[in-house]
């Protein structure tokens, strides 16, 4: 492949590890790339920069200095969470270089077929969903592969897919703003809410990197979006892909859309599925299932294998996931939820009393949304640097605050305490981890020990 032989014994800088790093300084390596990892973390604090070293790679840690550029890089691949307004970054375009993250490594490098998916809300439940549909049809087109953002890195895949495989991305606008060539044969873009506007800075420059998903398609690939949200138009929003319409609220002569007469899922004038068989609560699930629906008849999957693979889904972690059920109390984990939109999505799936555990890292973002959504709130508990926000909304809209707390057994704690038979409790944060944990993973994981030990004590 060109991108192969265009970098073999060319430097390439990898700046920052975890998983998406670890993996592209390996494959890298293996394709006779010079490469180099940056990471900010002091090495004595960074095992995974210690196997690299192990591994004969070359590693320089504890900063990103800008004196790196003095070598002659060819490109650089990024870890997506760095933002564009890093030093290294900033020097480096300034110097013409090429900074990509790892899904343009991917496409450049993978014989087969991707099917991308994005948006602010759901695309980890959609790509999932997807996934098990189209490796539950047996159709004689090769492989199905699942990764991008959903936690195996991209390039894993990428270089064992052949070409009859497909590989179903899930895809962030931090990972798509550093695609160049990138070109999906399917796109789908789930909704787009405000979100992560400290990274890209505004409204429109997150969407433009959510559009960039379909920057290089070609009229025979497709587009999938969402008719019930008027995000794109205007000249911004150009494509040449066949746009495929999905929507919850009005019927579709074309596309995927949700009878609510019949409540079934169809896919133009053909029923695929009952609204019953698939076990998730909330509409919003329902539109996850509708852009898979949409993907698997563009690959002509017959309607018995969707219908088996959404009877058999029972959600993603950590996406208004079911954990337990104890006393009477149904205890739902939904870390994900670092955004107002994600946390109304969830609250707009529960008829039942509720506790709602919300709070964590303070992007700036308002509360007052939230306000029409919390009618089921009995009571809420908060945590991290945004509680004092949220214990503000709580006191204007007559909500008790059960309490403050930071340790997670501690809020479960409170919120059995202060709950009744019948009632939810809800972890659907409405921000983003970071101040507390390294990961909304983490934090959903942190929720679920602590249910389980109030369980068994």
Same mark, same amino acid.
């Given at each position: 492949?060109? =991108?192969?032989? *265009?970098?073999?014994?060319?430097?390439? !800088?990898?700046? #920052? !590890?975890?998983?998406?790093?670890?993996?592209?300084?390996?494959?890298?390596?293996?394709?006779?790339?010079?490469?180099?990892?940056?990471?900010?973390?002091?090495?004595?604090?960074?095992?995974?920069?210690?196997?690299?070293?192990?591994?004969?790679?070359?590693?320089?840690?504890?900063?990103?200095?800008?004196?790196?550029?003095?070598?002659?890089?060819?490109?650089?691949?990024?870890?997506?969470?760095?933002?564009?307004?890093?030093?290294?970054?900033?020097?480096?375009?300034?110097?013409?270089?090429?900074?990509?993250?790892?899904?343009?490594?991917?496409?450049? %490098?993978?014989? #087969?077929?991707?099917?991308?998916?994005?948006?602010?809300? &759901?695309?980890?439940?959609?790509?999932?969903?997807?996934?098990?549909?189209?490796?539950?049809?047996?159709?004689?087109? &090769?492989?199905?592969?699942?990764?991008?953002?959903?936690?195996?890195?991209?390039?894993?895949?990428?270089?064992?897919?052949?070409?009859? $495989?497909?590989?179903?991305?899930?895809?962030?606008? =931090?990972?798509?703003?550093?695609?160049?060539?990138?070109?999906?044969?399917?796109?789908?873009?789930?909704?787009?809410?405000?979100?992560?506007?400290?990274?890209? &800075?505004?409204?429109?420059?997150?969407?433009?990197?959510?559009?960039?998903?379909?920057?290089?398609?070609?009229?025979? *690939?497709? !587009?999938?979006?969402?008719?019930?949200?008027?995000?794109?138009?205007?000249?911004?929003?150009?494509?040449?892909?066949?746009?495929?319409?999905?929507?919850?609220?009005?019927?579709?002569?074309?596309?995927?859309?949700?009878?609510?007469?019949?409540?079934?899922?169809?896919?133009?004038?053909?029923?695929?599925? *009952?609204?019953?068989?698939?076990? !998730?609560?909330?509409?919003?699930?329902?539109?996850?299932?509708?852009?898979?629906?949409?993907?698997?008849?563009?690959?002509?999957?017959?309607?018995?294998?969707?219908?088996?693979?959404?009877?058999? @889904?029972?959600?993603?972690?950590?996406? %208004?996931?079911?954990?337990?059920?104890?006393? &009477?109390?149904?205890? @739902?984990? $939904?870390?994900?939820?670092?955004?107002?939109?994600?946390?109304?999505?969830?609250?707009?799936?529960?008829?039942?009393?509720?506790?709602?555990?919300?709070?964590?890292?303070?992007?700036?973002?308002?509360?007052?949304?939230?306000?029409?959504? %919390?009618?089921?709130?009995? #009571?809420?508990?908060? =945590?991290?640097?945004?509680?004092?926000?949220?214990?503000?909304?709580?006191?204007?809209?007559?909500?008790?605050?059960?309490?403050?707390?930071?340790?997670?057994?501690?809020?479960?704690?409170?919120?059995?305490?202060?709950?009744?038979? #019948?009632?939810?409790?809800?972890?659907?944060?409405?921000?983003?981890?970071?101040?507390?944990?390294?990961?909304?993973?983490?934090?959903?994981?942190? =929720?679920?020990?602590?249910?389980?030990?109030?369980?068994?004590?």
């Amino acid at each position: 492949m060109k =991108f192969a032989d *265009d970098i073999k014994n060319k430097k390439v !800088l990898v700046l #920052g !590890l975890a998983k998406t790093g670890m993996s592209v300084a390996r494959h890298l390596t293996q394709l006779g790339a010079l490469v180099t990892v940056n990471d900010q973390a002091p090495l004595e604090e960074n095992p995974q920069a210690q196997s690299l070293i192990e591994e004969n790679i070359r590693v320089v840690s504890g900063g990103h200095p800008v004196s790196l550029l003095e070598e002659d890089f060819v490109l650089i691949v990024k870890n997506p969470g760095i933002p564009y307004s890093n030093p290294l970054i900033q020097a480096a375009m300034a110097k013409g270089l090429s900074v990509i993250t790892d899904i343009e490594c991917a496409y450049r %490098l993978t014989a #087969g077929e991707i099917i991308g998916i994005t948006g602010s809300n &759901g695309k980890t439940t959609t790509s999932q969903l997807t996934y098990n549909i189209l490796s539950q049809a047996k159709q004689d087109k &090769g492989n199905v592969y699942l990764a991008g953002n959903i936690g195996v890195p991209s390039l894993d895949v990428a270089m064992t897919a052949e070409t009859n $495989d497909r590989i179903v991305l899930e895809l962030s606008s =931090f990972q798509l703003q550093g695609s160049q060539d990138f070109r999906p044969h399917i796109a789908a873009i789930t909704n787009i809410y405000p979100s992560h506007l400290d990274y890209h &800075g505004s409204l429109a420059a997150y969407k433009a990197a959510k559009w960039r998903i379909t920057a290089n398609q070609e009229a025979e *690939d497709y !587009l999938i979006l969402n008719a019930d949200q008027e995000q794109w138009s205007g000249e911004s929003y150009h494509t040449k892909a066949a746009i495929i319409p999905f929507s919850l609220e009005q019927k579709l002569d074309q596309g995927a859309w949700y009878n609510r007469q019949e409540k079934a899922l169809m896919w133009q004038d053909e029923k695929v599925a *009952d609204r019953e068989l698939f076990p !998730l609560p909330g509409n919003h699930n329902v539109a996850n299932a509708l852009v898979a629906v949409a993907i698997a008849k563009l690959y002509a999957v017959d309607n018995a294998s969707i219908q088996k693979a959404l009877a058999n @889904f029972y959600g993603v972690s950590h996406r %208004l996931q079911f954990v337990q059920d104890y006393q &009477g109390r149904a205890f @739902f984990n $939904d870390s994900k939820a670092t955004n107002n939109e994600a946390t109304i999505t969830a609250l707009k799936s529960f008829t039942s009393p509720v506790i709602w555990l919300a709070g964590g890292l303070d992007r700036g973002n308002s509360v007052e949304a939230l306000a029409p959504y %919390l009618k089921h709130v009995k #009571g809420m508990i908060v =945590f991290g640097e945004s509680k004092e926000k949220l214990i503000d909304l709580a006191e204007k809209l007559a909500i008790p605050v059960f309490g403050q707390a930071e340790e997670m057994t501690h809020i479960v704690d409170l919120a059995y305490a202060h709950s009744q038979e #019948g009632d939810t409790i809800l972890l659907s944060p409405a921000n983003a981890s970071w101040d507390q944990y390294n990961s909304f993973e983490e934090r959903g994981d942190c =929720f679920i020990q602590a249910v389980q030990e109030l369980i068994h004590k």
